[in-house]
């Protein structure tokens, strides 16, 4: 079982729809939580950190259940230019032994 | 943009040579590290540095090797490269205060024929 699981996708959703990716991992003693975008090609860019309160940044919205292990984002809205796959991540340790886990993420394509 | 840069970009080679990758960053930072990306898994940390000359292995670091002789350098050398190693390979630095947030650079693609 992998750490971190993600649907692949693809989402296909249409300009304006609200879209949302869950994510589940299996370490209970992970700390902290993030999504990170992916465009074709690029590398890999921090989105948003997600905490157990729930956080908005926009149009885009991240919530955390410790309880059941799960993340989830929240796209309103969605644009053309929001076609990416998105990284669910999660770290593990501390100080110099810090560890980022990454899922395979979700691809999403955004059609006009 | 974090100033990290990589060097090559892209790198066709042959089974059996020596390949160094090299990451250069203009922060200061003193975390660095080397992860591999491939299709069906997510990013993959190779080895991981937290100062000079101080290094230490992650989840996949049978067939790499690493250096830091300089805050702003990170070499990942592939001392006999195989045709498993073909990958997207990204250095990454950490954020000054929060190290579990990271900055990855453009990334190198690899391919061992």
């Known amino acids: 079982r992998k750490e971190v699981e993600q649907d692949p996708g693809p989402f296909n959703v249409p300009e304006g729809a609200t879209v949302a990716f869950n994510c589940t991992y299996s370490?209970?003693?992970?700390?902290?939580f993030f999504w990170y975008r992916q465009d074709c090609r690029k590398e890999p860019k921090l989105l948003m950190s997600?905490?157990?309160s729930g956080n908005e940044d926009g149009r885009f919205t991240a919530q955390l259940n410790r309880a059941s292990q799960y993340i989830s984002l929240l796209i309103r809205d969605s644009k053309l230019s929001d076609s990416a796959t998105y990284l669910c991540?999660?770290?593990?340790?501390?100080?110099?032994?810090?560890?980022?886990?990454f899922g395979t993420g979700t691809l999403l394509a955004v059609q006009p | 943009d974090a100033g990290i840069t990589q060097s090559p970009r892209h790198k066709v080679t042959e089974t059996g040579t020596p390949v160094t990758l090299r990451c250069h960053q203009t922060?200061?930072?003193?975390?660095m590290y080397w992860y591999r990306q491939d299709p069906g898994h997510g990013l993959r940390l190779i080895h991981y540095?937290?100062?000079?000359?101080?290094?230490d292995k992650g989840e996949v670091s049978d067939g790499y090797s690493v250096s830091r002789s300089k805050t702003e350098d990170f070499l990942l050398t592939l001392e006999s490269a195989t045709s498993s190693q073909t990958s997207v390979y990204f250095c990454?630095?950490?954020?000054?205060?929060?190290?579990?947030?990271?900055?990855f650079g453009p990334g190198t693609r690899l391919l061992v024929l």
């Open positions: 991540v999660v770290s593990q340790g501390g100080g110099a032994t810090n560890k980022l886990i």
């Open positions: 997600v905490y157990s």
């Open positions: 540095s937290y100062g000079v000359k101080d290094t």
């Open positions: 922060e200061n930072h003193r975390y």
């Open positions: 370490n209970s003693a992970s700390q902290s």
């Open positions: 990454a630095i950490s954020h000054p205060t929060r190290k579990e947030t990271q900055y």
